[in-house]
């Protein structure tokens, strides 16, 4: 059960200490002025997997966005099962390419959106980055769940349960940011 739902006990614990982090205002978060978001920009580790998912499921709802990895190499292709667990989801995560942190170009108006707590943390401390507006994709997902483990080389049935918690909080995101519409 916890493969299937958390993807690791790692996940679990990480999920459950992420709660008090955001509850208590020690998560890193630096919320928006949603008038002023004009792209949503999804983070996560490595690009392959949650952010770049994420990236293709906003443009697909004609929201204007972009992702990027905190540690890859820009250029690399989508995890595997990432690819057939989008597929399976409806949406093509065949084309995607990893973009390095050092490769991102923010603009005035970009949210951050991250996976994990400890990722807002290292946005927070990037001197380029630290004035962005940044916040866990996990608060719209429901219920709500601040830590969205990782699901690199884990269990498929978590690969597409992280995948629908992620398509459905992005799903939220388009009725909350309406200025990161694409014309």
């Not at 978060?29 to 996560?44: G, H, I, N």
Request: net charge positive; with cysteine.
């Amino acid at each position: 059960m916890i493969t299937s739902r958390f993807g690791t006990v790692r996940g679990l614990v990480r999920l459950a200490l992420s709660y008090p982090q955001m509850m208590f205002g020690l998560s890193g978060q630096r919320p928006p002025d949603p008038a002023r978001v004009r792209r949503l920009v999804f983070v996560c580790q490595g690009n392959i997997c949650r952010s770049a998912f994420a990236d293709v499921v906003a443009r697909r709802a004609g929201m204007n966005s972009a992702s990027f990895g905190l540690s890859t190499s820009s250029g690399r292709a989508a995890h595997d099962p990432a690819i057939a667990a989008a597929q399976a989801l409806g949406h093509d995560l065949s084309a995607h390419r990893a973009l390095d942190l050092q490769d991102y170009v923010p603009l005035e108006g970009d949210l951050l959106l991250a996976m994990e707590v400890r990722q807002l943390h290292r946005l927070a401390a990037d001197p380029r980055l630290a004035g962005l507006p940044r916040m866990l994709l996990g608060r719209w997902t429901r219920p709500v769940m601040p830590h969205l483990h990782d699901p690199y080389s884990l269990d498929d049935r978590y690969m597409a349960r992280c995948l629908g918690r992620i398509e459905a909080a992005v799903g939220r995101l388009v009725s909350a940011f309406p200025g990161a519409r694409l014309s």
